[in-house]
């Protein structure tokens, strides 16, 4: 007998009730002892007892991904090629694959529904995610990032955004291919990076920053002790064996416990660095990351969001200020004497990153920043360099 989408839909709701009425009595079950459990009651349940064995497969992965996972939305999870999901809402969802965003057919059964998926799935990996605490960041086994806000901050219904981790590391060579940088650019930005030129990387989200760090991160010489720091472990660096890698914690539900990234940078200065890479930086933290350039830690790296570079280093000013009580224009001077690069990555409207500009920080000339632009990119076809020889030379040449 086949059964209507609604019967199903209503079965289901019936078997992830009596599944949680098991778990009582279990503590903190496993994945594969949930799933006996799921095909337990399954078995036991005579409303699926005309169910054929496929749809009862189907059936008990659907309560699975419901209790565990992700539910109607785990497919996307589970497709390689789409690299971030959006959910709008319990009708809304949204996802990205090749650049571009694309709407799905795909549904929760209403707002309460994909409440009680996301609380669950937040809470599987202690994550508190409540009305008391309606904004949540998850970092995933696979390197994914998961961010939620629940009713009332967002009236429509819970918002649920997820960048996956492709496990993609593209290499220098894939990148000039793409277009994402020319050849005599990404020769000169590994100059800078064996030379120990500090480089920061700015763009909006979702722009290549964190890709392109962990490219530019292949350069850095193997004998070197390197500390990576990090809101939430994105990085990836191959070939250093003497690699630390630190990452924040939030605060418990008592309001303590927590390390962030400023009290990771003060940790790191005692741990011998040859290099600090610092994830992202966003607000106070950067006053921590401006002492760091100018305590000998040259060839550091770290990204942040901006619309230029000039920009970039205004902005962090405006951190550094508020976490520290310089004035401002000894921050500037301190920024210009520890930053040696600024590059800014873009992404089109069609969703191709590529590098829009590669500046060279100078001493600053009063109250203005004094940037020297090496390569800018003319409507995406490439970095072009607009500097002399002598220029590009001194700017990635060691200085010891």
């Known amino acids: 007998m086949n059964q209507s989408t609604f019967d199903i839909s209503e079965i289901k709701e019936k078997l992830i009730y009596y599944v949680l009425n098991a778990l009582r009595d279990e503590s903190d079950p496993s994945d594969d002892r949930l799933k006996e459990i799921i095909s337990e009651i399954i078995g036991m349940d005579s409303s699926t007892a005309t169910l054929p064995l496929e749809s009862k497969r189907e059936l008990a992965l659907s309560v699975f991904n419901s209790l565990r996972r992700l539910d109607v939305i785990e497919p996307l999870m589970e497709d390689p090629s789409i690299t971030e999901i959006m959910v709008n809402g319990p009708d809304k969802v949204f996802y990205e694959r090749g650049g571009k965003l694309h709407k799905t057919d795909i549904k929760f059964k209403d707002a309460d529904s994909l409440k009680t998926v996301i609380s669950c799935f937040f809470a599987n990996r202690n994550r508190p995610l409540n009305e008391a605490n309606p904004i949540s960041d998850l970092r995933l086994p696979d390197g994914s990032r998961a961010n939620c806000v629940l009713p009332p901050v967002a009236p429509d219904g819970p918002i649920v955004t997820i960048r996956k981790f492709t496990g993609i590391s593209h290499d220098i060579v894939t990148l000039i291919r793409q277009g994402f940088i020319s050849e005599e650019a990404a020769r000169f930005l590994c100059d800078c990076v064996r030379n120990k030129k500090t480089i920061f990387l700015c763009g909006g989200t979702g722009s290549g920053k964190t890709t392109f760090l962990n490219t530019l991160s292949g350069f850095i010489p193997s004998d070197e002790r390197v ?48 290099r600090i890479i610092v994830g992202e930086v966003r607000g106070s933290e950067s006053a921590d990351m401006m002492h760091a350039l100018n305590t000998g830690h040259r060839g550091s790296l770290s990204t942040g969001h901006a619309n230029s570079c000039i920009e970039m280093l205004e902005r962090l000013t405006g951190m550094v200020m508020a976490g520290s009580s310089l004035p401002y224009n000894a921050i500037m001077t301190q920024l210009s004497m520890g930053i040696d690069i600024i590059i800014h990555i873009t992404r089109d409207r069609n969703g191709k990153r590529y590098i829009d500009e590669i500046c060279s920080v100078l001493p600053a000339r009063g109250k203005d920043f004094n940037l020297l632009k090496l390569f800018i990119n003319d409507g995406g076809k490439g970095c072009e360099r607009v500097c002399t020889d002598s220029e590009l030379k001194d700017t990635c040449e060691y200085k010891g």
Not at 250 to 274: H, K, Q, T
């Open 227 to 274: 500390v990576t720091i990090e809101d939430s472990a994105e990085l990836n660096l191959q070939g250093i064996d003497n690699l630390v890698r630190m990452e924040a914690r939030l605060p418990g539900p008592d309001g303590s416990g927590e390390v962030n990234i400023g009290m990771m940078i003060r940790a790191a200065l005692r741990m011998r660095p040859d």
